[in-house]
């Protein structure tokens, strides 16, 4: 298993920075462990030893506690395990992590790729939240929120006052995430899984609470295709799969002609090889190259895809330039978009895209 650090900047348990940092190295060792607590606080245990985490004055039973008392974990007769709300820590931590990454004022952007009428102003309102338009701000709300926090005498408008107007939205969009997990996903050392999973788990965020209207669905493929639902996203991993990339663009179809509304896509997550297909129930599989019959037949697929106005962004996790030519080949078929990138800039890339939702291609 590989994990990637920041630098440990000392241990003060009186510092706020200090339990930071000790919850944000908890939590990434959770993605990676595919959210075992009692895994991860052995890698905390391990590390704590090796780098002087804790001592005397703050203990590894002390962070224990910390967490329980953070609601993020909780005590069983089978051990720790991590709780509804530590999941959606992780979630929130991770849109914050690729938001971060975002140009300013993308964030609420949600356009369709052809002209429409605007959204429609509804009369509920809700709590201001980094993107929305200020335009739509609700002045007397926002000013009886103040007035109820600090009193009429001293008034001042903070952050936390402030209420917009929700706004029908101009349309729903549907989405299907493709995660490869085949083995070539962590294969050297790389480990290309884990940016897959943050990607899943901020999309997840991202739709419930800003775009409740919209759909994700999520389907892993490795030999085969499966959907999973997005309760079990913190579990993801790579395991002994060829590539059937096939299988997945079908059952992204299948899930997306059954979903209302007039934007669906498909947003893939591969380092671009396929290397197997189902044919009379066998798995056919060729690891060596890249076979015809395996491409020809994922072609094909993207091709349908395309017949069905759904269009494919592909992620890309390599830079060998044959799988580059095939994902580009696929790209063009399907007319969608593709991103040559690494695993560190990815999910930038899937937000930038999902959100302004633009009729663009790279080459």
Not at 129 to 140: R, S, T
Request: net charge neutral; proline share 4%; charged share 30%.
């Amino acid at each position: 298993m590989r994990f990637d650090y920041t630098k440990w900047k000392g241990r003060n348990p009186g510092d706020e920075a200090f339990l930071k940092q000790l919850l944000d190295i908890y939590r990434n060792l959770l993605l990676q462990t595919g959210g075992d607590a009692d895994e991860a606080l052995r890698w905390m245990e391990h590390f704590g030893r090796e780098y002087g985490f804790f001592g005397e004055d703050f203990s590894l039973d002390d962070f224990k506690k910390l967490l329980e008392e953070s609601g993020e974990a909780r005590r069983t007769p089978r051990g720790f395990e991590m709780t509804p709300k530590g999941e959606r820590r992780i979630r929130q931590d991770s849109l914050n992590e690729i938001f971060s990454t975002l140009r300013a004022g993308a964030a609420g952007d949600h356009r369709t790729p052809v002209a429409g009428a605007g959204g429609e102003r509804l009369s509920e309102t809700r709590r201001w939240q980094f993107g929305d338009d200020l335009a739509n701000l609700d002045p007397l709300a926002s000013v009886n929120n103040a007035v109820k926090r600090g009193g009429i005498d001293e008034l001042s408008l903070a952050e936390d006052d402030l209420e917009v107007y929700e706004e029908e939205h101009l349309s729903a969009c549907a989405t299907v995430l493709l995660v490869d997990i085949s083995h070539s996903m962590v294969l050297y050392g790389e480990d290309r899984i884990t940016p897959a999973k943050k990607i899943a788990l901020a999309l997840s965020q991202l739709i419930q609470t800003r775009y409740p209207k919209d759909t994700l669905d999520v389907v892993l493929f490795g030999d085969d295709a499966v959907q999973v639902p997005l309760g079990e996203l913190m579990k993801i991993q790579a395991g002994p799969y060829h590539t059937n990339t096939k299988a997945g663009l079908q059952l992204a179809a299948r899930i997306l002609t059954g979903r209302k509304g007039v934007n669906k896509q498909v947003f893939m997550i591969t380092d671009g090889k396929p290397s197997a297909i189902r044919e009379f129930g066998r798995l056919y599989k060729n690891p060596f190259g890249l076979d015809p019959k395996i491409v020809n037949k994922t072609l094909e697929e993207a091709a349908y895809l395309r017949r069905k106005r759904i269009a494919i962004t592909t992620f890309m996790l390599a830079v060998d330039a044959p799988l580059l030519e095939f994902v580009r080949k696929l790209t063009e078929l399907n007319q969608g978009r593709i991103y040559e990138t690494d695993p560190q800039n990815v999910g930038a890339y899937v937000f930038r895209d999902f959100v302004r939702n633009r009729r663009k291609r790279l080459h």
